[in-house]
C-alpha cells in the first residue's frame, strides 16, 4: 500500500520513498528511516546520528540521535526504538556504513588500502594527509570521494613513489580537476609546502593554451607578453599577498582575447606591424566589452614596437544602475525578517546592502573580523572597526556559529567567513554572485546605492576608513552622489556669546 501525503517528523517537509520519487524535480525528500515518532528525511537522520553531547535523560555523553517531546535530546536507549549505533571494531558510536561498522572506521581502512606502499604500511610523508582525513566530522563524503574510479589510482601513485610526492610531481597527473582538490587537500594537511594556488595553476594551463593557438608567429608573441608582461605583474603582486581568482581569469581573459584580436587581423589579411587605425577602430567597433580586454596587450606591443603607436577608443567605465533608497530598504527588511533565506545568503546581502562590500573582499574576510566587545558586536572593514547594529548583529552571530562547508576533510578548522568546498580557500565569488542572484539582489546596483547613500550621511574620509575604502575612490563617490561635506569647514561651528564690556 503506497504512502502519500506523509511529512518528516521532525523538519515536517513532505517525504516519500524511493519507489515514489520518480520524477527528476520531485521536490519531496526521501524518507531514511522510520523511528517510533514517524518518518524520518535523509537530512534530518545524517543530523541526528552526527549529534553528540549531554543527554537530557540520563546526562551522559554520547551520540544523541532521539528528541523528546520537549525538544531535548536524548540517547539511543532514553528514546527507545533508534536501533544500535555502536561500532562493532572502534566501539564508538556513530553513524553506521555496514552492518555493525561506523562510516570512520570504513573510511580509515579504505583510504589506508589506497596508501599502502606496497608493503602493508602508509608512508611516513603520507600521515598527516591520513590523519586530517580520516577525521572529518562527517565521513560518508569522504568514502564517496574515494568511491570516485579516479581517486585510488592517484593516491597509489603517490605512495608507491611512482610520482614524486610534489607540486611539479602533482602537476603530471590527471585528471586535473581531481588533482587540484587533492592539491589542496595535502597543502592543508602541511604535506606540500603552500603555494600561491590561482597563479600556481594559471602558470600551468598557459603551456597547453599556448600549444592550441596554431599560428607559431602569434604562439610566440603571446608567449612573451604573458611570460614578461602578465606574469610578471602577477607574481609581483603575489609577493605582497597571494592573488584572487578573479585576477587569475582576467588573465586569462586577456590572453584570450588578445589571440582574439590577432586571429581578427589574420582574417582581413594583416599583420601585427600592418595594422592601421582602420583595424583598431573596426576591432573595438566589433564588440567593446571584449575589445576593452586586449587594451593592455596593444598598449604592449606598442612598447615593445611591434605595433605602430596608433589613437585607442577612450576607456568605457562600468558603472551600477541606481537602485533606489526604498527599494534598498525593502531589501534589508526582507533579509532581516526572512528566516526561510540560508543564513549565509541573508549574511551576504546585509554585507553587501549595510556595508558596500565587493565581492572580492567579502570572499576574504574571516571570522577573526567579527569582534565581540562585551554586549557590542564590531566588524572590522577598515579603520577604526564599524559597529553592527541589532538585529544584524544576532544573525551574524548566529551565522558564524553554522557556517557552511565545515563538516568535511576540506575546510574543518577553515577561518573564512565564508568557507569553500576546497581546502584552504573561501567560498568562489561566482558562488557567491549566484547567491545574490538567487536573492535577485544585483550586486554592483546593490554596492553602489548603499555606498551613495553612506556617503551623504557621513563625510567621504569618515566612510573610506571605515569600510575599507580609498580616500580617493571615496571622494569621487561623493561628488558623484551630491554629498555636501567637503564644503564644511573644520573646527568648531557653535557661536558662543561674546562678553559685552563696558561702554
Request: net charge positive; glycine share 8%.
Amino acid at each position: 500500500m503506497s504512502r502519500s501525503g506523509e511529512f518528516c517528523a521532525r523538519c515536517e517537509r513532505p517525504v516519500c520513498t524511493d519507489g515514489q520519487k520518480t520524477k527528476l524535480r520531485d521536490p519531496r525528500l526521501r524518507i531514511r528511516i522510520r523511528w517510533p515518532e514517524g518518518p524520518i528525511c535523509v537530512k534530518c537522520y545524517d543530523d541526528a546520528v552526527h549529534t553528540r553531547g549531554l543527554c537530557d535523560g540520563c546526562d551522559t555523553d554520547r551520540l544523541l540521535p532521539g528528541i523528546g517531546t520537549a525538544g531535548t535530546r536524548l540517547c539511543t536507549e532514553c528514546a527507545g526504538g533508534l536501533g544500535d549505533f555502536t561500532c562493532r571494531r572502534c566501539g564508538q558510536e556513530g553513524p553506521r556504513y555496514r552492518v555493525g561498522e561506523c562510516a570512520q572506521c570504513v573510511l580509515s581502512e579504505r583510504l589506508a588500502a589506497c596508501l599502502d606502499d606496497g608493503t602493508g604500511a602508509i608512508p611516513a610523508a603520507l600521515m598527516p594527509f591520513y590523519e586530517s582525513f580520516r577525521a572529518m566530522p562527517r565521513p560518508r563524503g569522504g568514502l564517496l570521494w574515494l568511491a570516485k574510479p579516479h581517486i585510488p589510482p592517484l593516491l597509489c601513485a603517490l605512495a608507491g613513489g611512482e610520482v614524486p610526492l610534489t607540486h611539479a610531481g602533482l602537476s603530471t597527473l590527471q585528471p586535473w580537476r581531481a588533482v587540484i582538490h587533492l592539491r589542496d587537500l595535502l597543502v592543508e594537511a602541511e604535506v606540500l609546502p603552500p603555494v600561491d594556488r590561482f597563479l600556481f595553476l594559471l602558470e600551468q594551463w598557459l603551456p597547453g593554451w599556448l600549444a592550441s593557438i596554431e599560428d607559431p608567429q602569434q604562439r610566440g608573441l603571446l608567449e612573451r607578453f604573458a611570460t614578461w608582461h602578465l606574469l610578471r605583474l602577477l607574481r609581483n603582486t603575489s609577493a605582497k599577498q597571494p592573488i584572487n581568482s578573479g585576477r587569475a581569469n582576467l588573465a586569462r581573459h586577456v590572453l584570450r582575447t588578445s589571440a582574439q584580436f590577432l586571429t581578427h587581423l589574420a582574417e582581413h589579411n594583416r599583420h601585427l606591424r600592418d595594422c592601421s587605425q582602420a583595424d583598431i577602430d573596426r576591432w573595438f567597433a566589433t564588440d567593446l566589452r571584449r575589445a576593452e580586454h586586449s587594451r593592455g596587450f596593444l598598449h604592449w606591443c606598442v612598447n615593445q614596437r611591434e605595433l605602430t603607436r596608433l589613437r585607442l577608443p577612450p576607456v568605457v567605465k562600468k558603472t551600477g544602475a541606481r537602485l533606489s533608497q526604498p527599494l534598498r530598504l525593502a531589501f534589508i527588511r526582507r533579509v532581516l525578517t526572512d528566516v526561510s533565506i540560508p543564513l549565509a545568503d541573508r549574511v551576504l546581502a546585509l554585507l553587501i546592502l549595510l556595508y558596500a562590500q565587493p565581492l572580492v573582499k567579502i570572499a576574504q574576510l574571516t571570522v577573526d573580523h567579527v569582534l565581540r566587545e562585551q554586549d557590542e558586536v564590531l566588524l572590522r572593514l577598515g579603520d577604526p572597526p564599524i559597529p553592527v547594529p541589532q538585529p544584524f548583529a544576532d544573525v551574524l552571530l548566529d551565522y558564524v556559529d553554522h557556517r557552511p562547508n565545515m563538516l568535511s576533510a576540506t575546510n574543518p578548522n577553515s577561518r573564512f567567513l565564508f568557507p569553500g568546498r576546497r581546502a584552504g580557500q573561501p567560498m568562489h565569488t561566482t558562488s557567491l554572485r549566484l547567491r545574490l542572484r538567487n536573492l535577485g539582489l544585483p550586486s554592483l546596483d546593490a554596492r553602489t546605492a548603499t555606498i551613495r547613500q553612506l556617503l551623504l550621511e557621513a563625510p567621504a574620509a569618515v566612510v573610506a576608513g571605515m569600510l575599507g575604502y580609498h580616500i580617493g575612490t571615496a571622494e569621487t563617490l561623493a561628488i558623484q552622489a551630491g554629498s555636501t561635506w567637503s564644503r564644511y569647514a573644520a573646527g568648531e561651528h557653535q557661536r558662543l556669546p561674546q562678553p559685552q564690556g563696558p561702554r
